[in-house]
Every structure is written in structure tokens, then in C-alpha cells.
């Protein structure tokens, strides 16, 4: 069975950190290139940040380059959105998606940047 269980969302202050993690379950975690998504309300699902099979390459929308970093442990099948100077432009719901031939939703996290 294949899971993505993503965990670490939460409400933080704009300026604050948070780290989201994505645990695999289920396929060869260390096959497939790895993305993280996310929606606001009434917002169509965008692509915030994506790394490679071995992590040697990522890729990030402009809109969080120099503040969020995207990584991965193929030992513990785990990927990572770190995110620091939060805005509230950044209020979503967060989803890990894993891609090879076939793809993975997560069932997302929420994150709110709120005073």
C-alpha cells in the first residue's frame, strides 16, 4: 500500500520557520524524483519545490527561491521542505508528490503565516 504522510504544518507567524517532512511507504522512495505542491483556498495547486532521485538537483517557483529549501534521506524515505521567512502569501495546504511512471499524492498539510 502507498502512503505519503506529510507532518510538520502549523501556524506561525510571518518571519517564522517551520520544516515539513514526507515519509514514504509502499514503492522504491529512491526511484522517484520528489515535489512539493501546495493550494491556497481558490487557488489552483502549484509546484513550490522539486528534487531529484540521488537530490543532486532542485528547482524552486520564484515565489519561495532563498527561503525554502527542499532535500531528501533515501535511508529513511523522508523529504523535506524546510521553509524560513514566512509570509502570509504562503498560507496552504501543502502536498508531497513523488514522480516516476506512475505518481503519489500526499494527503497534505496546512500551513498558516499569521500574526
Known amino acids: 500500500q502507498v502512503q505519503l504522510v506529510e507532518s510538520g504544518g502549523g501556524l506561525v507567524q510571518p518571519g517564522g520557520s517551520l520544516r515539513l517532512s514526507c515519509v514514504a511507504s509502499?514503492?522504491?522512495?529512491?526511484?522517484?524524483?520528489m515535489s512539493w505542491y501546495r493550494q491556497a483556498p481558490g487557488k489552483e495547486r502549484e509546484l513550490v519545490a522539486a528534487i531529484t532521485i540521488i537530490g543532486g538537483n532542485t528547482n524552486y517557483a520564484d515565489s519561495v527561491k532563498g527561503r525554502f529549501t527542499i532535500f531528501r534521506d533515501n535511508n529513511k524515505n523522508t523529504v523535506y521542505l524546510q521553509m524560513n521567512s514566512l509570509k502570509p502569501e504562503d498560507t496552504a495546504v501543502y502536498y508531497c508528490?513523488?514522480?516516476?511512471?506512475?505518481?503519489?499524492w500526499g494527503q497534505g498539510t496546512q500551513v498558516t503565516v499569521s500574526s
Open positions: 508528490h513523488a514522480r516516476r511512471a506512475t505518481q503519489y
Open positions: 509502499g514503492f522504491t522512495f529512491s526511484s522517484y524524483a
